[in-house]
């Protein structure tokens, strides 16, 4: 069984008695779907028809929201891409990351989470 255990301000995992990881190693674990959450989500808002708010926390919000959606995608750094090239149908992810992005902003775009400044009425 695995066990997380914290030793000089360190974490460490532990298989039994046996130290596998410290905590340092995860620096090295990539989540590939934000790069990818990211590229959609800037080319679909650079193709919006319709004007809607743009600030950094309606920006984070929507990657946030897309980021929650999609399958978490990670790697190891040292190794490249080479897990990701074979572990994913990419067309399916791809259609899912632009299916994913599209929702969050029309979420965040009706239901922003800062007060609006306009005048209507709810
Ligand atoms: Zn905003």
């Known amino acids: 069984m695995y066990k997380l255990a914290t030793k000089d301000n360190l974490q460490y995992i532990f ?11 995860f620096e090295n674990l990539i989540n590939e779907s934000e790069t990818v959450v990211l590229a ?11 004007p809607m708010c743009l600030c950094n926390e309606c920006v984070l919000d929507m990657a946030a929201i897309a980021l929650n959606t999609v399958k978490p995608l990670y790697r190891v750094s040292l190794l490249g891409s080479l897990y990701t090239a074979t572990a994913m149908d990419e067309e ?30 709810e």
Do not use: C, F
């Open 15 to 25: 298989m039994g008695d046996d130290m596998i990881l410290k905590k340092d190693d």
């Open 40 to 50: 959609e989500l800037e080319s679909q808002l650079d193709a919006l028809s319709e």
């Open 92 to 121: 399916n992810y791809a259609s899912s990351v632009k299916k994913a992005v599209s929702n969050a902003i029309e979420r965040v775009g009706n239901n922003p989470s800062h007060e609006v400044e306009n005048t209507q009425e």
